[in-house]
């Protein structure tokens, strides 16, 4: 019995170290797991990390930044600005000295065509032109004629319709010689000519040549494009929600594909059509103009909107991950291990310029509060590292 009563306390005294130990194991697990939900807001830096990573701190700054839309475009021209060469009449490109790119002045002679009709069209009007004085003549015979009461009214009526008729013909053939550079006095001397030139209408630089000697060219071919830099303008697309935030004379800062430096340009008209993407074209010109530019040019711009000062960081104070926008604050120095200790707040983002974002910032925040403006990058891969490990 005595046995008994001692082997039944021993598997008592057992089962309660066993349940003893259970409960240790579970306080200890759960010592772990309070680090590391720790851990992935917080992240220590030793004195080289701090070095090495270039940390700087500082403070939440009131900046008056523009409430500027973003937009994308392109450079272009006037329409009086851009000009397509075309003969007045078909013929065949004799000459021309053109090349892309070339710069030309207004009245400068670009090409010379020749054809045959050319020679035909002036006989036709030399022949017109002695008819024309022949029934001219006979038209004031008959009116006298008809003051003498010679002559019917009939054949008076018949005459003045002759003489009109062939004036039309020779008015419309001398206007199409002008149309061909062809001087009609000239022509009534004999001197015919079996080629035209064509000039240029405008100052500028060829952009585009699509003949090339002897080739026959039609009426409505497009031989060249002359395009005149001088006044060059933004043509902006904007979405139809940012619209009624613009106004004419609203300054634009843009810069183009292949450059740095900013320009800037001034709103001029706003379109008042939405396209089928829901977007409205802008035009603006630029403040100052550049006749190295050329139209096509694409460009990314911000279109100032109304200047307001808020809460703003440093480009670099802000870091994304998972999505999300996080800046890290100054927990302090440890002085047990002289560590930096460094906090990750999540924040929302507003206005970007110059360098700037402004931020909203979570309640706790004060404007004392210390946050990192340099290096939070090597923070947030310091913190990701903690974390795998």
Request: one cysteine or more.
């Amino acid at each position: 019995m005595k046995t008994n009563k001692i082997i039944k306390q021993i598997s008592m005294l057992l089962i309660i170290a066993v349940l003893l130990s259970s409960c240790g194991n579970k306080k200890e697990e759960t010592k772990e797991e309070i680090p590391h939900e720790t851990k992935f807001n917080i992240v220590e830096l030793n004195q080289h990390q701090f070095k090495i990573a270039a940390v700087t701190l500082g403070k939440i700054e009131m900046k008056a930044l523009s409430g500027a839309i973003k937009v994308n475009g392109m450079l272009d021209v006037p329409p009086q600005n851009l000009v397509s060469i075309s003969a007045p009449m078909g013929g065949v490109l004799k000459s021309t000295e053109l090349l892309q790119g070339i710069k030309v002045t207004k009245g400068q002679v670009i090409a010379v065509m020749q054809n045959a009709e050319y020679i035909q069209l002036q006989q036709d009007y030399i022949d017109f032109k002695s008819q024309l004085e022949y029934l001219e003549a006979e038209y004031n015979r008959q009116q006298e004629l008809a003051k003498e009461n010679v002559n019917s009214q009939k054949t008076l009526l018949q005459s003045k319709t002759q003489y009109q008729s062939m004036m039309a013909k020779v008015g419309g053939l001398k206007s199409k010689l002008a149309m061909l550079g062809i001087n009609a006095n000239q022509i009534e001397t004999g001197n015919f000519q079996n080629t035209i030139t064509l000039t240029a209408p405008i100052s500028g630089y060829v952009t585009q040549v699509n003949v090339n000697i002897g080739s026959f060219v039609n009426a409505t071919d497009i031989m060249f494009k002359i395009v005149d830099t001088e006044h060059l303008h933004a043509e902006l697309i904007v979405f139809e929600k940012d619209v009624p935030k613009l106004k004419i004379g609203q300054k634009v800062r843009f810069t183009l594909a292949n450059e740095n430096e900013e320009r800037i340009a001034t709103v001029y008209l706003i379109g008042r059509e939405i396209r089928e993407d829901r977007t409205v074209l802008i035009h603006c010109h630029l403040d100052k103009e550049d006749t190295e530019l050329l139209p096509g040019m694409y460009l990314k711009a911000y279109v100032e909107a109304g200047t307001q000062t808020v809460t703003a960081l440093p480009e670099k104070s802000i870091v994304s991950f998972e999505g999300k926008n996080y800046i890290f604050i100054s927990e302090g120095l440890h002085k047990a291990d002289a560590n930096y200790a460094f906090k990750m707040i999540e924040v929302k983002k507003g206005i970007e310029e110059l360098g700037y974002i402004e931020i909203i910032l979570p309640e706790d925040i004060t404007p004392e509060t210390l946050i990192v403006t340099n290096g939070a990058y090597d923070i947030l891969a310091k913190l990701k590292n903690s974390e795998e490990e």
